[in-house]
């Protein structure tokens, strides 16, 4: 956190990188709580037989795993986040 800087080049104020730390906080707890919904969703999904409306819902998991898009489980904000705060 102590590489951010102002758009005037000075580091951030102790009080804004505090805030922002927690902010961080709350979204890497927040996307460790959708993961975790996720994970039981899959479970449970895997469990019913594939007819009616989870048939679509794992060929659309599917898809997305193939696509390699990370936006079912909220991974792409924690990434952008992840990568400000080193």
Same mark, same amino acid.
């Given at each position: ?64 795993? %193939? ?7 909220? %991974? %792409? ?7 400000? %705060?080193?």
């Amino acid at each position: 956190m102590q590489r951010v800087y102002t758009t005037e080049g000075m580091p951030l104020p102790p009080n804004v990188s505090a805030k922002l730390q927690r902010d961080m906080a709350r979204l890497r707890f927040a996307v460790s709580q959708i993961r975790e919904i996720e994970e039981a969703r899959q479970k449970r999904l895997e469990q019913q037989p594939e007819t009616g409306s989870h048939a679509m819902v794992q060929l659309l998991a599917r898809v997305d795993r %193939a696509a390699g898009t990370p936006l079912s489980t909220g %991974a %792409a904000p924690y990434d952008l986040w992840c990568s400000l %705060a080193s």
